[in-house]
């Protein structure tokens, strides 16, 4: 069977993904308008359908909403035992060539691979927020994670809702929430809210607002 490469979402003409075809048939997981905060379930479903036979011998092609991209890959290591192939611009050779990485949950995902991409690799602006009992630091996502996380105590969600909702001026298209779900929930949300959670995390259910995407493989910690 010939493998396949899933690009995470359709680019722009301007992109050139003609190479990627030296290493299977081009499949696209999502289109380049899809809304990832206004169509959450809807889309993680989509993700899941379009990655259901995701083996060995196929690729992931990391061109999209970043988002989306660690939802794809998170999929795409759940169904296929922790082990993804990406698809990985060389700006010297001007082609594609493979990288392996194995036995990786969500967060091995952020530090292994968007380290080595080329930023910027989507069109979002992103805002980091660490918070644990209260915000420790907010910084734009450049590309590049940090060496260290601030904070690690206790779990209260409320000072991220409350930062987002400081300036009416200044609209979140959404917050992508990464944690176990164990802490005090604000009373609503501020905005549309995904919650990545981990495999041992709170359950489903008990989450008062918001989408719920459990990671289930062995590896996932927050």
């Known amino acids: 069977m010939q493998p396949t490469v ?19 048939e081009i499949k696209f997981v999502l289109t380049e308008k899809t809304n ?15 990655l259901r036979t995701f083996n060995d011998s196929d690729y992931l092609l990391l061109i999209g909403d970043p988002a989306v991209i660690g939802i794809c890959t998170a ?25 392996v990485y194995s036995g990786m949950g969500f967060m091995a995902i952020k530090k292994e691979v968007l380290d080595k991409m080329k930023y910027p690799y989507f069109d979002s602006e992103v805002e980091v927020i660490e918070c644990d009992a209260e ?14 996380i601030e904070g690690r ?10 930062y987002l909702n400081r300036d009416r001026t200044i609209k979140y298209d959404g917050c992508i929430y990464l944690t176990d779900g164990y802490g005090n929930f604000p009373k609503e949300a501020s905005a549309p809210t995904m919650w990545i959670v981990c495999k041992d995390g709170l359950e489903t259910k008990q ?12 590896s996932s910690h927050f």
Not at 83 to 93: A, H, Q
Not at 135 to 148: A, H, L, N
Request: hydrophobic content about 35%; aromatic content about 18%.
């Open 135 to 148: 915000v420790q630091r907010c910084y734009e996502f450049k590309g590049k994670f940090p060496e260290f």
């Open 75 to 99: 999929v795409a290591a759940d169904y296929n035992y922790g082990s993804v192939k990406f698809l990985k611009w060389d700006n010297r050779e001007f082609k594609y060539y493979p990288v």
């Open 36 to 50: 990832l905060m206004w169509n959450s379930q809807e889309t993680v479903s989509i993700i899941k359908d379009k």
């Open 207 to 218: 989450f008062p607002f918001g989408d719920v995407i459990r990671i289930s493989t062995e």
């Open 153 to 162: 105590g206790g779990t209260a969600f409320d000072p991220v809702f409350k």
């Open 6 to 24: 899933y690009i995470v979402q359709k680019p722009d003409d301007k992109k050139n993904i003609i190479s990627a075809q030296d290493f299977g």
